[in-house]
T-cell receptor, first 114, second 115 residues
Framework: AQSVTQPDIHITVSEGASLELRCNYS??????LFWYVQSPGQGLQLLLK??????LVQGIKGFEAEFKRSQSSFNLRKPSVHWSDAAEYFC????????????FGGGTRVLVKP | DTGVSQNPRHKITKRGQNVTFRCDPI?????LYWYRQTLGQGPEFLTY????????KSRLLSDRFSAERPKGSFSTLEIQRTEQGDSAMYLC?????????????FGEGSRLTVL
């Protein structure tokens, strides 16, 4: 069965500093990988996704992620964090013979210091 | 607003009562998903529909839970004889397509508190 691990439960970063969130997945076939962001009281918003092709994918809000098959990782990065990036971030892998059922990691909460 | 809509946003109930949540997906989306999210955890898959057909159910979905999508449009998730462990955020998502690449669009969720 597929699984996703986000090793960092909380990360605190200063505004303007770079951010990297780790994600490791386990899936037997070619994974479809996603990063979602959830602000307090809000639904999940898709930041970016990887299906195939270029292993460095660009997303919204200045985020990017790199797929590394050899490390089973899909880490999320942002060069310069803004206070509005404070939120919870979820990595997910798409699986299932039909449909795009997602399996999510436990999430990483990002706090931004002024 | 043409996003995914969920009602009610908050529900407080006493243990043993039945509750029902409604999800209105984006109108042209043929797939609809229900997830459950407990505090400090990522969302967990419960079930999904393609049009009106319920194609997969998680083992998390006990026999007290039932979901329907009668006309392939809105969906309801009913929990019978609620227990305190049912307290969670129930998220609905919808997507378009028949493959694995359709983006899931999530609603803001329905938060259930069982006293």
């Amino acid at each position: 069965a597929q699984s996703v691990t986000q090793p960092d439960i909380h990360i605190t970063v200063s505004e303007g500093a770079s951010l990297e969130l780790r994600c490791n997945y386990s899936y037997g076939a070619t994974p479809y990988l996603f990063w979602y962001v959830q602000s307090p009281g809000q639904g999940l918003q898709l930041l970016l996704k990887y299906f195939s092709g270029d292993t460095l994918v660009q997303g919204i809000k200045g985020f990017e992620a790199e797929f590394k098959r050899s490390q089973s990782s899909f880490n999320l990065r942002k060069p310069s964090v803004h206070w509005s990036d404070a939120a919870e971030y979820f990595c997910a892998v798409g699986a299932g013979a039909a449909g795009n059922k997602l399996t999510f990691g436990g999430g990483t909460r990002v706090l931004v210091k002024p | 607003d043409t996003g995914v809509s969920q009602n009610p946003r908050h529900k407080i109930t006493k243990r043993g009562q039945n509750v029902t949540f409604r999800c209105d997906p984006i109108s042209e989306h043929n797939r609809l998903y229900w997830y459950r999210q407990t505090l400090g955890q990522g969302p967990e898959f419960l079930t999904y529909f393609q049009n009106e057909a319920q194609l997969e159910k998680s083992r998390l979905l006990s026999d007290r839970f039932s979901a329907e999508r009668p006309k392939g449009s809105f969906s309801t998730l009913e929990i019978q004889r609620t227990e305190q462990g049912d307290s969670a955020m129930y998220l609905c998502a919808s997507s378009l397509g028949t493959g694995r690449t359709g983006e899931l669009f999530f609603g803001e969720g329905s938060r259930l508190t069982v006293l």
